[in-house]
């Protein structure tokens, strides 16, 4: 039980352009997904914190209107990334969180190259 | 701030050999200590934690202790196996890690040849 999916596993898109990805809580409700950030060679970073039906809590030095966060039911979150960069390239990951369980199940990730 | 540091990789051995992955880390509090392990093509799983100071988190054979007096927190396996190939990140959390203030390492990649 507790598995976490992410859609798409790879993208590649032009500069400019918006990206969505999705992360899915398959057998249990998530009360809380979290978005991470991992650049090659470098540490999960925590990109925002969102909570079905609220508004997302993102982490100093993200910036909420590129990167669009929407919580709609317990069982899906999905991320924006408006008008990619180069710059944007990363591997995205989610994770979800029950209430009261203190472990986290993360997705798989998104590998993002913006050209 | 806080943080982690965790030796770098890739660590590669043969099947049965001794493994350890250091991993060290600074916190302002009292954290919880984590190794995750992904597998390829997977999400993060979480593979053991220690929520005090002498706690030993074990899983799959594998074991490691929270030790404040060196803020270490060194990830060992006496015989590992092929199917341990895997990347491995050390965590911290401060609330648990369950409200998504987890800091992690870069992680260790692991390959073990048969």
């Known amino acids: 039980g507790a598995v976490v999916s992410q859609h798409p596993s790879r993208v590649i898109c032009k500069s400019g352009t918006s990206v969505k990805i999705e992360c899915r809580s398959l057998d249990f409700q998530a009360t809380t997904m979290f978005w991470y950030r991992q650049f090659p060679k470098q540490s999960l970073m925590l990109m925002a914190t969102?909570?079905?039906?609220?508004?997302?809590?993102?982490e100093q030095g993200v910036e909420k209107d590129k990167f669009l966060i929407n919580h709609a039911s317990l069982t899906l979150s999905t991320l924006t990334v408006t008008s990619a960069h180069p710059e944007d390239s990363s591997f995205y990951i989610c994770?979800?969180?029950?209430?009261?369980?203190?472990?986290?199940?993360f997705g798989p990730g998104t590998r993002l190259l913006v050209l | 701030g806080d943080s982690v540091t965790q030796m770098e990789g890739p660590v590669t051995l043969s099947e049965e050999a001794f493994l350890t992955i250091n991993c060290t880390y600074t916190?302002?509090?009292?954290?919880?200590l984590f190794w995750y392990v992904q597998y390829p093509g997977e999400g993060l799983q979480l593979l053991l934690k220690a929520t005090k100071a002498d706690d030993k988190g074990s899983n799959k054979g594998f074991e490691a202790t929270y030790r404040k007096e060196t803020t270490s927190f060194h990830l060992e396996k006496g015989s590992v196996q092929v199917s341990d190939s895997a990347v491995y990140f050390c965590?911290?959390?401060?609330?648990?890690?369950?409200?998504?203030?987890?800091?992690f390492g870069k992680g260790t990649k692991l390959s073990v040849k048969p």
């Open positions: 965590a911290l959390a401060i609330n648990g890690g369950s409200q998504g203030n987890l800091i």
């Open positions: 994770s979800a969180g029950r209430t009261g369980r203190e472990t986290q199940y």
């Open positions: 916190a302002t509090g009292y954290p919880s």
């Open positions: 969102s909570n079905e039906g609220s508004k997302a809590t993102y």
